[in-house]
């Protein structure tokens, strides 16, 4: 009877034991658990202040964009008008004493070509004239002939897309699309100090993928995080909230001879 008792009482004991170990592994899995998703919580919550930050990033360079074609505006084409009229004053007097020279005309054209020029670049850093004709890739390729003009490299551009894989953007995603590929050229043409470039465009399965090529100085993915998080300035950032907007992906590629920059658009943008 003792025996039997005892037997009772460790297996009482045991099954004790057993409820006590799996309460235990219960209560370690629910704290592992709630660790885990306090720490994703903890990273949403990082990824979106940096998204935060990306987006005023964005709209404060949208800010800037416009004070500088302002000043652009004030500063450089109201000037060559002010004089162009001074001038035209001075000949409509010289014209009524018959003293008019028709040599000083040749002045006030060049004050024309000045402003002409000034207006063109201001239109082309608001919209450019044709990108709402033509499409994004037509005024890309404009602005890559118009930077040649004063500098010093050869140009290669290779389109190997339909008009309607273009053209299946609406228009306003095109501008984005324009914007982010500006942002990407102007980095390229400051810093690489390249002797050629290559822009190719190709539809690959259910994306569009931009590739700017070059035989300059170039960057990694990882080497654009880093002057991303410590630059004062605008520019990277403003690139990576326009690209997250596009949901799209810019990748940094760098070799021994060549250095690009591959921008892939999905077409559910």
Do not use: W
């Not at 003792?2 to 297996?11: W, Y």
């Not at 219960?26 to 704290?31: G, S, T």
């Not at 005023?56 to 002010?82: F, G």
């Not at 690209?243 to 001879?257: R, V």
Request: proline share 2%.
């Amino acid at each position: 009877m003792q025996s039997q008792e005892n037997i009772a009482i460790l297996i009482v004991v045991g099954c004790l034991a057993m409820l006590v170990l799996v309460i235990a592994i219960i209560m370690f899995v629910a704290i592992y658990q709630r660790k885990i998703l306090l720490k994703e919580a903890k990273i949403k919550l990082i990824e979106s202040e940096k998204q935060i930050d990306l987006f005023k990033a964005s709209v404060q360079a949208e800010e800037q964009q416009k004070e500088k074609i302002a000043n652009n505006l004030h500063d450089e084409i109201n000037p060559l008008l002010t004089l162009l009229k001074q001038n035209l004053s001075k000949h409509r007097l010289q014209a009524q004493k018959n003293t008019f020279d028709p040599d000083t005309l040749k002045a006030d054209s060049e004050i024309i070509d000045k402003a002409i020029e000034g207006i063109r670049t201001t239109c082309m850093d608001l919209i450019p004239s044709f990108l709402f004709e033509f499409g994004f890739l037509k005024s890309i390729e404009d602005y890559i002939y118009t930077h040649k003009q004063h500098e010093n490299y050869s140009v290669e551009i290779e389109n190997n897309t339909q008009p309607q894989d273009i053209n299946v953007f609406d228009k306003q995603t095109q501008l984005a699309i324009y914007r982010v590929c500006l942002e990407i050229l102007n980095n390229i043409f400051k810093h690489s100090a390249c002797k050629h470039f290559k822009m190719s465009v190709q539809k690959n399965a259910e994306v569009l993928i931009l590739e700017f090529s070059h035989d300059g100085k170039g960057v990694t993915n990882e080497d654009i995080e880093i002057y991303t998080e410590k630059s004062k300035g605008l520019g990277l950032k403003s690139l990576k909230a326009r690209a997250l907007i596009l949901n799209a992906k810019i990748d940094y590629l760098l070799s021994q001879n060549n250095a690009s920059v591959k921008l892939i658009i999905p077409y559910t943008v």
